[in-house]
């Protein structure tokens, strides 16, 4: 966060605080990293019973938890200076969506903006899976006293990039490699890395560990044999 000051742990106004919507988008995003906060950010109403047997009804603030669907996790907020703020997020399919709203004029108009928001974006955009977990793709990589060229590979998550409706997808994957990759290599052994990087920028969108997926065998005395006799044909064949 570059447009972000704390002064205080509580959020109220401070000379020398401030943030932006932005901002509070990228905290948004790291909070929802957290499971466990989704287990409390869906509840829209629960009952809160005091040591002394009283209940208290307690109601979700984030009211598009009920009236939006998809809707599973935001934080409301109203100060004199900020006015009336929400960010929330939501999910349909494999997209997810953050949208932020700052200085609001009431309460009813930050929940309007969020859902026309939630709409442009879920009706724009889709989220492509390029390579997707556990799903093994033939590669050309090349491990040291290996038996074979082609090693089955993985990736430990999905690698999804958020693609505009209609337009090719505008990333490419680039590969590094471990050092010193020699063979036998156990499958389920990490080698390396592969990023999707945005072609306009350079940036880097998404990325996930390289997985072998299979065995990688190393080559034994019959394989070498083997290589320096198909060599030595070559050679011989082209020569003439």
Same mark, same amino acid.
């Given at each position: 966060?570059?447009?972000?000051?704390?002064?205080?742990?509580?959020?109220?106004?401070?000379?020398?605080?401030?943030?932006?919507?932005?901002?509070?988008?990228?905290?948004?995003?790291?909070?929802?990293?957290?499971?466990?906060?989704?287990?409390?950010?869906?509840?829209?109403?629960?009952?809160?019973? /005091?040591?002394?047997?009283?209940?208290?009804?307690?109601?979700?603030?984030?009211?598009?938890?009920?009236?939006?669907?998809?809707?599973?996790?935001?934080?409301?907020?109203?100060?004199?200076?900020?006015?009336?703020?929400?960010?929330?997020?939501?999910?349909?399919?494999?997209?997810?969506? &953050? @949208?932020?709203?700052?200085?609001?004029?009431?309460?009813?108009?930050?929940?309007?903006?969020?859902?026309?928001?939630?709409?442009?974006?879920?009706?724009?955009?889709?989220?492509?899976?390029?390579?997707?977990?556990?799903?093994?793709?033939?590669?050309?990589?090349?491990?040291?006293?290996?038996?074979s060229e082609n090693v089955k590979l993985m990736v430990d998550k999905n690698l999804t990039v958020l693609n505009k409706r209609?337009?090719? &997808?505008?990333?490419?994957?680039?590969?590094?490699?471990?050092?010193?990759?020699?063979?036998? &290599?156990?499958?389920?052994?990490? &080698?390396?890395?592969?990023?999707?990087?945005?072609?306009?920028?350079?940036?880097?969108?998404?990325? @996930?560990?390289?997985?072998? @997926?299979?065995?990688?065998?190393?080559?034994?005395? /019959?394989?070498?044999?083997?290589?320096? @006799?198909?060599?030595?044909?070559?050679?011989?064949?082209?020569?003439?």
């Amino acid at each position: 966060m570059q447009n972000t000051n704390f002064v205080n742990v509580t959020g109220l106004p401070q000379d020398g605080q401030f943030s932006t919507a932005k901002d509070v988008t990228i905290m948004m995003r790291n909070l929802l990293n957290n499971r466990e906060y989704y287990k409390f950010s869906t509840i829209y109403m629960e009952n809160y019973t /005091h040591p002394d047997g009283r209940i208290t009804e307690l109601v979700n603030t984030n009211k598009l938890i009920k009236f939006y669907n998809g809707c599973d996790a935001g934080k409301t907020g109203f100060t004199n200076d900020a006015m009336f703020c929400l960010s929330a997020s939501a999910v349909k399919g494999d997209t997810r969506v &953050i @949208a932020t709203v700052l200085g609001a004029e009431n309460s009813k108009s930050r929940f309007n903006e969020i859902s026309t928001m939630f709409n442009y974006a879920f009706a724009n955009y889709e989220t492509v899976k390029v390579f997707e977990k556990d799903k093994p793709f033939e590669s050309q990589i090349k491990i040291s006293k290996s038996k074979s060229e082609n090693v089955k590979l993985m990736v430990d998550k999905n690698l999804t990039v958020l693609n505009k409706r209609g337009f090719k &997808i505008n990333a490419e994957p680039k590969v590094s490699l471990n050092d010193n990759l020699v063979a036998p &290599i156990k499958a389920g052994t990490v &080698i390396g890395k592969i990023e999707l990087t945005d072609t306009s920028n350079g940036q880097i969108i998404n990325s @996930a560990n390289l997985i072998v @997926a299979t065995d990688v065998q190393a080559k034994n005395f /019959h394989d070498g044999l083997q290589s320096i @006799a198909d060599e030595w044909f070559l050679r011989y064949n082209f020569s003439k």
